[in-house]
Nanobody
Framework: QVQLVESGGGLVQTGGTLRLSCAAS????????MGWFRQAPGKERERVAG????????YYADFVKGRFTISRDNAKNTVYLQMNNLKPEDTAVYYC????????WGKGTLVTVSS
């Protein structure tokens, strides 16, 4: 059974920093493309960042380039999202996704950035 568990969300002020983690189990993590998505209230879910198995191919949405960093530790079956210089518009539920089979999602972690 595939499980993805996000953690690290919380309330921060504008300009603050958070590090999200997504712990995966039940899948071949070290060969799986992983991604972070977010969904703000009243908006559609959008892709934030993605990373291939080795970390050699990384994707960032334009709105996070230069502020967010995705990384992974295959020994710990965990993918991270380092978020710096947070803005109120970054407020959303952040989801981890494993791009295998039909795709698997975690339940999300809430990030709230106050102005």
């Amino acid at each position: 059974q595939v499980q993805l568990v996000e953690s690290g969300g919380g309330l921060v002020q504008t300009g603050g920093t958070l590090r999200l983690s997504c712990a995966a189990s039940g899948l071949p993590f070290s060969s799986t493309y992983m991604g972070w998505f977010r969904q703000a209230p009243g908006k559609e879910r959008e892709r934030v960042a993605g990373i291939n198995w080795s970390g050699g191919m990384i994707y960032y949405a334009d709105f996070v380039k230069g502020r967010f960093t995705i990384s992974r530790d295959n020994a710990k079956n965990t993918v991270y999202l380092q978020m710096n210089n947070l803005k109120p518009e970054d407020t959303a539920v952040y989801y981890c996704k494993a791009a295998i089979n039909m795709g698997y999602w975690g339940k999300g972690t809430l990030v709230t950035v106050s102005s």
